[in-house]
């Protein structure tokens, strides 16, 4: 069995850098690399110089309108290049695994990469990443045979995981976490005092006469009674909705008001009169399965394609025998601005 000799000195993971799409980051600075080696896989020595040219490639393909901006260039090292390592380190492993199951790749299949990747006039594009055709070239072979690998032995693996009876059960599982509701907007007045029931008994027979919100007739409320209050709009749903407040409105019609109702008020807990208004109630059905099928498919998929790449990984590791080092401090900072 081949060795891996495996010397890895930086640990944890850090995603690529969210680039602002349109922002002027031109500058006249340099970025200076503290250059050294980081890991030894399957006899390839990967240095900073190697991480650096990986995230040249990624920089090109993702944030190109930012290529004259080294302020840009260097955020994007700075964040990226503990993962793009480790992405590295496990490529290096899945590449082992792949010569020695003699996966096969055809240079045609690399040159048109090479083409859609970098356009008609490669040696132009290259030459302003700042790589050489051969080692352009080296990275997306590599490219494609990790991807063929991961397709062979992590991602058709995870798509026949997922069987119909398990879209079924998750299906069931979405639909218990999210069932029909009725979304509502209402308005509720309120009368509070002694003669709190008569006083909403008239305020009502207006309310009703008038057959208008009753934003619109504050002044006439009030003048009814002082006391007589109303409430902004409530925008909620029947799922937070109150029971005292869902009891009310629950037989109502968008426009219509509710009977005056004796309840106890939740911040000084005295006995009010309330009058309940609809003005808006939107239905939101359930998800229907032909609807959400596909979605959970790949949420499955997802899932089961994470727990295969671990275990792959794991195995590759296993495999090829390594030990893991971290003598590069967690503040180690590679990259310069000068």
């Known amino acids: 069995m081949r060795k891996v000799f495996y010397s890895f000195f930086c640990f944890g993971s850090a995603l690529f850098a969210q680039m602002p799409p349109a922002v002027d ?6 970025i200076a690399v503290h250059n050294t080696i980081l890991a030894k896989v399957n006899g390839t020595t990967i240095s900073m110089i190697d991480v650096k040219k990986k995230m040249d490639m990624a920089f090109h393909q993702h944030f190109s309108h930012l290529a004259g901006s080294s302020s840009a260039r260097y955020q994007f090292y700075e964040a990226s290049w503990r993962h793009v390592l480790m992405e590295m380190i496990d490529h290096q492993l899945i590449l082992a695994d792949a010569e020695e199951k003699e996966a096969k790749l055809t240079d045609g299949e690399v040159r048109e990469e090479m083409e859609q990747r970098f356009g008609p006039n490669i040696m132009f594009t290259l030459d302003k990443i700042g790589l050489t055709y051969e080692e352009s070239w080296k990275m997306v072979r590599e490219e494609l045979l990790v991807r063929r690998m991961t397709w062979w032995f992590i991602h058709s693996k995870a798509m026949n995981q997922v069987t ?7 299906f069931r599982l979405y639909s218990k976490e999210n069932p029909a509701y009725q979304e509502l907007a209402y308005r509720v007045i309120s009368v509070k005092g002694d003669a709190a029931q008569e006083v909403a008994e008239k305020a009502y027979t207006l309310l009703v006469s008038r057959k208008v919100s009753p934003e619109l007739l504050i002044e006439a409320l009030q003048e009814l009674d002082p006391s007589i209050q109303v409430s902004s709009e409530y925008r909620t749903n029947d799922k937070t909705l109150s029971e005292a407040h869902k ?15 004796l309840q106890k008020s939740r911040t000084d807990k005295q006995i009010v009169v309330r009058i309940f208004y609809l003005s808006e109630r939107t239905d939101h059905a359930a998800p229907e399965f032909e609807a959400m099928s596909a979605q959970l498919r790949e949420n499955l998929i997802q899932k089961a394609v994470a727990q295969e790449s671990t275990a792959y990984l794991e195995k590759l590791r296993k495999h090829y025998g390594f030990d893991m080092k971290s003598d590069l401090p967690e503040d180690f900072h590679p990259f310069s601005l000068e």
């Open 25 to 30: 980051f031109s500058d006249d600075h340099k």
């Open 247 to 261: 009891a009310a409105l629950v037989s109502l019609a968008p426009g219509e008001y509710s009977h005056p109702s």
């Open 164 to 170: 119909p009876q398990d879209i079924r059960q998750a």
